[in-house]
């Protein structure tokens, strides 16, 4: 048996969305740039794609520009805000994605900004008194903050701190990578000023994605060239990945309640069985408290053991593919910089499992038996 469960790392393509893409790929193979019919065809593909996606999100679609995918949209958003709006300050935390963590850590050491961090309680919840203080302290910064951690699978309230954010006029980024296509983002009720997002992990294809920016906050491009994407990112358009990330959007929103319960469900059996199978076995940040973290992820604590390093290769042997923290440690457990945040000194092992709407309980219960296995129970 083979079980993949590391759909945060990626996901694989719907094939309803790849047959979407196909048309794209050979027969409308235009540059939506040009004038004549076959260039015509294809940007009236691009701008339904974008109307579609400002639909689902309530959103205007010149709030949608599409990137290569999250990694660029974080990146254009930090460069671009920071620029546009002569902002000096940026808080943040030191669990964010990398794209979001090195994209501010280079501007500070160019001294473009000056970053400050939030702190987090002991489950990893930016603490929001502090964050209260800070915003006090620098009103007007950038603050960006990711809405659903991808090893731990902590959820940030948007509204709340979009509200905190606005009273003091900052610009609150928000990277939305994990959470686009599993939830529901309705950007008029939320006052965020950007998010990024990559079709790769709702079941779209890789290596396209979107930012969100909100037509008030409007800022300058990371890539110059030509006027595409309204004069926000210069290059020829990915347009089959295009037409896939809005198709597989569409198809997200469409079934999310029923994948959502189906997901929430194996995430529960899952928990349940190591709680049964492994005895001292845990769970990082809020990963377990099924209803109010990211379904699609469980972050799991194993007592301290030898085994605990060659963890990842073990599972890899038995079929399984999973990650010990985001997917650039996926097959090695060199160690995560959000457990090592978190969790100092911790000499327990972690992996990270996460679901998709393709996994079924026999693959939990497999999973779960090869665990068990090296922590056997000790007479
Ligand atoms: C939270 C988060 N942000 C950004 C990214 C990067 O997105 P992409 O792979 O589309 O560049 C990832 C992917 O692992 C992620 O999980």
Do not use: W
């Amino acid at each position: 048996m083979k079980v993949y469960l590391d759909n945060a790392a990626t996901t694989p393509l719907d094939p309803e969305v790849f047959e979407a893409m196909k048309p794209y790929m050979l027969e409308d193979f235009g540059n939506p740039s040009s004038t004549h019919a076959h260039g015509r065809k294809v940007r009236a593909a691009i701008e339904s794609a974008r109307k579609k996606i400002a639909e689902l999100l309530n959103c205007t679609p010149g709030e949608i520009i599409f990137t290569s995918g999250g990694t660029e949209a974080d990146n254009a958003i930090i460069n671009g805000s920071v620029k546009t709006f002569g902002i000096k300050h940026a808080i943040s935390s030191p669990i964010e994605h990398h794209a979001v963590e090195h994209t501010l850590n280079v501007l500070a050491r160019q001294n473009s900004i000056e970053l400050h961090y939030v702190n987090h309680n002991t489950n990893g919840h930016v603490d929001l008194e502090h964050l209260q203080s800070l915003l006090k302290q620098f009103p007007g910064s950038l603050v960006s903050l990711m809405h659903a951690n991808n090893e731990i699978g902590n959820l940030l309230d948007l509204k709340q701190v979009g509200e905190m954010c606005a009273e003091v006029k900052s610009y609150l980024h928000s990277d939305a990578v994990q959470t686009m296509g599993h939830y529901v983002h309705d950007l008029r009720m939320m006052q965020v000023s950007s998010l990024a997002a990559g079709a790769h992990k709702f079941h779209g294809p890789k290596g396209v994605g979107f930012m969100y920016i909100r037509k008030d906050k409007k800022i300058n491009p990371l890539v110059h060239g030509g006027a595409q994407e309204r004069n926000m990112r210069g290059g020829t358009e990915n347009t089959y990945g295009i037409i896939g990330l809005a198709k597989a959007l569409e198809v997200a929103y469409r079934d999310m309640a029923i994948h959502e319960a189906q997901i929430k469900k194996l995430k529960q059996r899952m928990i349940d069985r190591l709680r049964e199978q492994i005895p001292g076995v845990g769970f990082h940040g809020d990963s377990a408290n099924v209803e109010g973290s990211l379904y699609t992820v469980l972050n799991v604590s194993l007592p301290e053991s030898e085994e605990n390093d060659m963890l990842l290769f073990n599972l890899d042997l038995q079929g399984i593919s999973v990650s010990g923290g985001s997917a650039c440690s996926s097959g090695a457990n060199t160690g995560s910089h959000v457990l090592n945040a978190l969790y100092p000194n911790s000499k327990r092992g972690a992996i990270r499992f996460s679901f998709s709407k393709y996994n079924t309980p026999e693959e939990i219960d497999f999973v779960v038996e090869k665990l068990a296995s090296f922590f056997p129970v000790k007479v």
